[in-house]
C-alpha cells in the first residue's frame, strides 16, 4: 500500500504561475497524482487545516493568507511520499529553505512559502480528509510504477 500526503499550492503559487513547475517536479520525481481539486479556501477550511497552529501570534495570518484565493490541492502517493515531498517542498521559511528545494528556489517569505504538504501519516490523513471525499481519491496503476 502506497504512503499518501496532502500537497497544497497556496495562493501565492497560483497567483505567481507556478502550478505547472511545481507538479512537474513531483511528476518527474516519480509521485502519482490520485486526487486534484483547483478550491477556494473558506477561512472556517483554513482554521481546521492549521487547528495544530491554534493559539499562535501567527495562526490568524495562516488562516487568511490559505483563504485568500483560490488554491490546487493534491492528493500524491508513493512509497515515502510524505518524507520526499517535505524534502522537495524545502524548510517552511524561503529565507532557510535549500536551494534545489521548492521554497528555496523561488521565494524569501517566511509567510508566502508557496506549498503546503502534510508532515506525518496521522496530519496526511486528517488533511485528505478535509479537503476530499474517499471516492474523489483514485487507485490507478502507471506504467512505469515498478521502475521509479
Ligand atoms: P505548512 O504546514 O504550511 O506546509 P510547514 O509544515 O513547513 O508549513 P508549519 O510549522 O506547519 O510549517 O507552519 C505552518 C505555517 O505557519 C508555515 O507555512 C508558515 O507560513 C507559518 N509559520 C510557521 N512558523 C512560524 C513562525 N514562527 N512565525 C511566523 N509564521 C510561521
Ligand atoms: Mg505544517
Not at 12 to 20: P, T, Y
Request: glycine share 8%.
Amino acid at each position: 500500500m502506497n504512503d499518501k500526503t496532502l500537497i497544497i499550492i497556496k495562493p501565492d503559487g497560483v497567483q505567481r504561475r507556478m502550478i505547472g513547475e511545481i507538479i512537474a517536479r513531483f511528476e518527474k520525481k516519480g509521485l502519482k497524482i490520485t486526487a486534484a481539486k483547483f478550491m477556494q479556501v473558506s477561512p472556517e477550511l483554513a482554521q481546521k487545516h492549521y487547528a495544530v497552529h491554534k493559539g499562535k501570534d501567527f495562526f490568524d495570518r495562516i488562516v487568511k493568507y490559505l483563504s485568500c484565493g483560490p488554491v490546487l490541492a493534491m492528493v500524491l502517493e508513493g512509497p515515502k511520499v510524505i518524507e520526499i515531498s517535505r524534502k522537495m517542498m524545502g524548510a517552511t521559511f524561503g529565507y532557510n529553505a535549500e536551494p534545489g528545494t521548492i521554497r528555496g528556489d523561488f521565494g524569501t517569505s517566511q509567510t508566502f512559502n508557496l506549498i503546503h504538504g502534510s508532515d506525518s501519516p496521522q496530519s496526511a490523513e486528517y488533511e485528505i480528509g478535509l479537503y476530499f471525499k474517499p471516492e474523489e481519491i483514485l487507485n490507478y496503476q502507471m506504467p512505469d510504477q515498478t521502475w521509479v
